[in-house]
């Protein structure tokens, strides 16, 4: 089993959830993050005033599926997701020993 997390514009969330849904993706979680990488924020201006903004506005999509899925949803992903612009975000894909089903205590791949 693998846990893909994928780091993204928030205005891409739509269209990436589309795409995991047309490939069969039953289940994931959303949570909305800030950070920032190589783009290091942004300069905004307040009432005359500049300042920086470090942490831009994100969204965390986390999905555990079979290893046999995982390269197929990590391409949907990227294909949705990217905007060819700086800020785009990261995908990072982790092996996952073990999962369990806390009602039914179903184990492994059929816990997902």
């Given at each position: 089993?693998?846990?893909?997390?994928a780091?993204?514009?928030?205005?891409k969330?739509?269209?990436?959830?589309?795409?995991?849904a047309?490939?069969?993706?039953q289940?994931?979680?959303?949570?909305?993050?800030?950070?920032?990488?190589?783009?290091?924020?942004?300069?905004?201006?307040?009432h005359?005033?500049?300042?920086?903004?470090?942490?831009?506005?994100?969204?965390?999509?986390e999905?555990?599926?079979?290893?046999?899925?995982?390269?197929?949803?990590?391409?949907?992903?990227?294909?949705?997701?990217?905007?060819?612009?700086?800020?785009?975000?990261?995908?990072?894909?982790?092996?996952?020993?073990e999962?369990?089903?806390?009602?039914?205590?179903?184990?492994?791949?059929?816990?997902?």
């Open positions: 089993m693998k846990k893909i997390e780091i993204i514009k928030p205005f969330l739509e269209q990436v959830k589309q795409s995991l047309e490939m069969g993706v289940g994931l979680t959303v949570t909305q993050v800030q950070g920032f990488g190589r783009q290091k924020g942004r300069l905004e201006i307040y005359g005033s500049e300042y920086t903004v470090d942490f831009l506005p994100k969204v965390k999509i999905i555990v599926l079979g290893d046999s899925q995982s390269q197929s949803v990590v391409a949907a992903i990227v294909k949705a997701a990217k905007t060819g612009k700086i800020g785009d975000g990261k995908v990072f894909v982790f092996p996952i020993e999962a369990y089903r806390i009602r039914t205590e179903e184990r492994g791949e059929k816990a997902v």
